[in-house]
T-cell receptor, first 114, second 113 residues
Framework: AQKVTQAQTEISVVEKEDVTLDCVYETRDTTYYLFWYKQPPSGELVFLIRRNSFDEQNEISGRYSWNFQKSTSSFNFTITASQVVDSAVYFCALRLNRDDKIIFGKGTRLHILP | DVKVTQSSRYLVKRTGEKVFLECVQDMDHENMFWYRQDPGLGLRLIYFSYDVKMKEKGDIPEGYSVSREKKERFSLILESASTNQTSMYLC????????????FGPGTRLTVL
């Protein structure tokens, strides 16, 4: 069975601190895709990144970076020098190559305190 | 630019009413999805459609039905709304390929009194 676990339900950090959101996934498939979405208070889920299972190269986009490690089935997300606008719920998700559906984790609510 | 729109941001209905939630996408996507989001439960898939007039049950289809008469439009129907259907409803769409990303609408917060 496929599963995505975001063990951190809620995190609070002070502005400018770095913060890492954890994501662990389970699947026996060899071809799959991993995603991160951001849900700000307005409610809309905003796509951040997609990674396929054959590409373990870490990615950096501005203050955001993602660390994909197949050996530990993890796809962690780090925000460097956090800002108040980063406050949101962040979802990690998994999509199998043979399936149309996405399996979401339960989300991590991130509070960035001024 | 990718665009998924939902007919209402906020909706208040009474128990027993028939409720229609509409979702429209302008990306010519084959797949469309309805989720509900509740605190502590994350996103749960209600129904999805991979083509016009085609639908498949998700994880929690009970109490809901869907309609997809046109490719761009996917409707979620609550035949007889109940208080336990008070929730945030999110629509999403994606292309047919497994590499395609799901793009989400702004959500409809439904309250059933």
């Amino acid at each position: 069975a496929q599963k995505v676990t975001q063990a951190q339900t809620e995190i609070s950090v002070v502005e400018k601190e770095d913060v890492t959101l954890d994501c662990v996934y389970e699947t026996r498939d060899t071809t799959y895709y991993l995603f991160w979405y951001k849900q700000p208070p307005s409610g809309e889920l905003v796509f951040l990144i997609r990674r396929n299972s054959f590409d373990e190269q870490n990615e950096i986009s501005g203050r955001y970076s993602w660390n994909f490690q197949k050996s530990t089935s993890s796809f962690n997300f780090t925000i460097t020098a956090s800002q108040v606008v980063d406050s949101a719920v962040y979802f990690c998700a998994l999509r199998l190559n043979r399936d149309d559906k996405i399996i979401f984790g339960k989300g991590t609510r991130l509070h960035i305190l001024p | 630019d990718v665009k998924v729109t939902q007919s209402s941001r906020y909706l208040v209905k009474r128990t027993g009413e028939k409720v229609f939630l509409e979702c429209v996408q302008d990306m010519d996507h084959e797949n469309m999805f309805w989720y509900r989001q509740d605190p502590g439960l994350g996103l749960r898939l209600i129904y999805f459609s991979y083509d016009v007039k085609m639908k498949e049950k998700g994880d929690i289809p009970e109490g809901y039905s869907v309609s997809r008469e046109k490719k761009e439009r996917f409707s979620l129907i609550l035949e007889s709304a109940s208080t336990n259907q008070t929730s945030m409803y999110l629509c999403a769409s994606s292309g047919y390929s497994s590499t395609d990303t799901q793009y989400f609408g702004p959500g409809t917060r439904l309250t059933v009194l």
